[in-house]
């Protein structure tokens, strides 16, 4: 390697480090950027071409009457050391000072001052210059609102060469002097809000104020307008946020602080994958895992077993004669809660045997369930994570997400006593089963609150395969003949619980294939669970479960056929549907709606690498069973309140 002609100077200072290296780092943005500098100038070429035949001056009318003889006049003035006061020329005499139109506060006019006398050019150069301006300013906020550097650059170009900035305010200058600093100041406003930081929210008025300086207060008060709606929406789209929002934009002293119940910030995901396409689950499960020095070999950055995760193999499907231990219980009265209830004439879905509630209510109840986890189910946790049983609906699964997600048990608190129980008896505990259930905790749980707040408010809007169909009414009421579902509905009902592959395979597979609109879905799982909070609900349910978010979670849609389901549960065992069959009075509903879904969907999924094999299987069947599996699928969509 040849050495760097870059040396550390004494004091410290490093040319590599101060500014090769962030060149380096930032050269897709410094391209951008240069780009839309120079654009104007191609646009205007005619301005500063130098074959005079070619040439063209900006029109005749304020340009060439007023701006051009007051700038000219103030740079004079101020070159000769005078204060550009009165202007004997200008109307038959008139104050600078305190007319907008000769802007001589104006930061980029100083420049003029180097002309003894202000060529003409040079002011219109000027003007086009601004425009480039503009441009990098708008690329900087677009950037920063989509993370997307291609729609910076589309929005950049569209202001600044746009019709509204070249051709009115090119003339009038001093509208092209106040409009520009817009995006500057949101994209600073946009900083100081994520980062609290009154600071740089002051930069950002001292930034839109030059738009003041430049002279059009008419298309000022516009661009004051458009900063304080920009903070309203702000404030809005932070929601239990806002107050931090307006205190940051106001002179009012204040400290805003992180919930303590979780691993990382609620904007971490957000700036972790600043600039990326996708959020990869996987990726910022490494980074909690590093962060908090979990998992770890000594070196701190290295997974212990020298693999990061064991998912493979956490797919096992539940033997008979695998005996799963009894549920602790926290049996409490609750029948003057629900008595008051019914007599406030609320109404409510499911059943509760109000005498013996059996969920962790206290801290010390939740901490038992953790203590029975660790010691009783987390050995087998990992190895029969995916399997659902007829005769158990929690297999060796924790039910702390409750306890979890009302904060009565810290995450840290809960993996740290999990490791110490592996370490305690590492011949019992697979690594695998503690790697399942840290990630479960580390990694999935940080992460979709991290969607959460990355994406919202959009994200509660999203509906990628445009899906309108109704829920099924027996989804309220367990009345199903398909016994996958009746009985996780059910179990759902009676215990507003279900485990993750009962969630996302059974009730979630169906309803994603039968197109059910993802509002209904929402509201559905947002209902029925007792660990339903938004920020875990929505990201879960709209991302991963239905595919609405069109890949910001999965990288495909969760669905399956009856195949699926018969190996990872028994619950075919009891059904009155036959998983085998595609089509047919007696066929599993599943299936047809299966083929349907990636029939229906193929423009939208058919180059998904992860699904070629799906369309290739469906590919080879023949036309005439194609045409039944429709059919039947078009039957099945018809019939489904009944079956
Ligand atoms: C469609 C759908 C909706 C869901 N809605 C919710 C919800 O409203 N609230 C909720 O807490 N979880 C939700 N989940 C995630 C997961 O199903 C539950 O956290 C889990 O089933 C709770 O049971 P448990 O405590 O026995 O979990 P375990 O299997 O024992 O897992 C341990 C812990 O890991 C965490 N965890 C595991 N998977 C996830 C995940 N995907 N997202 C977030 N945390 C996870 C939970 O805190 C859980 O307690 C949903 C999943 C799906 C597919
Ligand atoms: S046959 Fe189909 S509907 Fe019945 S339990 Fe199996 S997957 Fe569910």
């Not at 019992?428 to 994406?455: K, T």
């Amino acid at each position: 390697m040849s050495p760097s002609p870059l040396v550390r100077d004494q004091a410290g200072f490093s040319a590599e480090a101060w500014f090769v290296a962030p060149i380096k780092r930032h050269r897709l943005l410094l391209l951008a950027a240069i780009c839309l500098a120079v654009l104007p100038f191609v646009l205007f070429w005619q301005v500063w071409w130098p074959d005079a035949r070619q040439r063209r001056v900006f029109a005749h009318g304020d340009f060439t009457i007023q701006h051009y003889p007051m700038r000219a006049f103030v740079a004079r003035e101020l070159r000769q050391g005078r204060l550009p006061l009165w202007d004997p020329y200008a109307f038959g005499g008139e104050s600078a000072v305190s007319e907008s139109l000769f802007a001589i506060y104006y930061p980029l006019g100083f420049w003029e001052v180097i002309f003894p006398t202000l060529p003409f050019t040079a002011l219109e150069l000027e003007a086009v210059a601004q425009l480039g301006l503009a441009g990098i300013f708008t690329f900087l906020l677009v950037r920063r609102l989509t993370g997307r550097a291609a729609a910076g650059l589309i929005a950049g170009v569209t202001f600044s060469l746009g019709g509204f900035l070249t051709s009115y305010p090119m003339l009038q200058l001093i509208i092209l002097q106040t409009a520009i600093w817009l995006p500057a100041g949101l994209w600073l406003l946009d900083i100081g809000l994520d980062r609290r930081s009154l600071r740089c929210v002051a930069v950002a008025g001292a930034v839109l104020g030059v738009g003041i300086l430049g002279g059009h207060f008419q298309t000022f008060l516009y661009v004051a307008y458009a900063a304080g709606a920009f903070l309203l929406f702000r404030a809005g789209r932070l929601r239990l946020g806002w107050r931090c929002t307006l205190a940051a934009a106001l002179p009012i002293e204040c400290r805003c602080v992180s919930s303590e119940h979780f691993l990382s910030e609620r904007d971490e995901l957000a700036r972790f994958f600043s600039g990326k396409k996708t959020y990869l689950m996987e990726r910022y499960y490494r980074h909690m895992r590093v962060k908090w020095q979990l998992l770890l070999e000594p070196d701190g950055r290295t997974p212990l077993t020298g693999r990061w995760n064991y998912d493979a193999e956490n797919r096992k499907r539940l033997p008979a004669n695998l005996r799963t231990p009894p549920a602790p219980s926290f049996v409490r009265d609750v029948s003057n809660l629900t008595d008051l209830l019914a007599r406030a004439g609320v109404s409510s879905i499911g059943t509760l045997d109000a005498r013996h509630f059996n969920w962790p209510l206290t801290r010390a109840e939740s901490l038992q369930l953790l203590e029975h986890f660790v010691r009783e189910r987390l050995p087998y946790f990992g190895d029969y994570q995916d399997a659902m049983a007829e005769r158990d609906g929690l297999l060796f699964h924790s039910r702390l997400s409750f306890s979890l997600n009302v904060k009565l048990l810290h995450p840290l608190e809960v993996v740290r006593r999990a490791i110490a129980e592996w370490e305690a008896r590492p011949a019992e505990i697979p690594f695998s089963a503690l790697e399942g259930f840290v990630r479960q905790i580390v990694g999935w749980r940080e992460y979709v609150r991290g969607v959460y707040w990355a994406e919202m408010p959009r994200y509660r809007k999203m509906n990628f395969f445009e899906h309108a169909a109704a829920l099924p009414g027996w989804y309220w009421t367990g009345q199903t003949r398909m016994h996958c579902l009746r009985r996780v509905i059910q179990q759902s009902l009676e215990q507003a619980y279900a485990h993750h592959i009962q969630r996302l395979m059974v009730t979630g597979n169906f309803a994603l294939l039968l197109g059910v609109h993802p509002d209904e879905v929402d509201a559905w799982y947002l209902g029925i669970y007792q660990d339903a909070i938004e920020w875990v609900e929505l990201p879960n349910t709209r991302g991963m479960s239905q595919f609405a978010d069109g890949g910001i979670v999965g990288t495909k849609p969760y669905v399956s056929s009856a195949n699926y389901l018969q190996r990872m549960s028994n619950y075919c065992a009891h059904c009155p549907y036959d998983p085998k069959q595609r089509y047919g009075p007696k066929a599993c509903p599943f299936n047809a709606l299966y083929w349907d879904f990636y029939h229906r969907h193929a423009g939208r999924l058919r180059g998904n690498p992860r699904i070629g094999m799906a369309y290739q299987v469906w590919e080879r069947m023949d036309a005439q069973e194609q045409q039944r599996i429709l059919e039947h699928a078009r039957w099945v969509k018809e019939a489904v309140e009944e079956l």
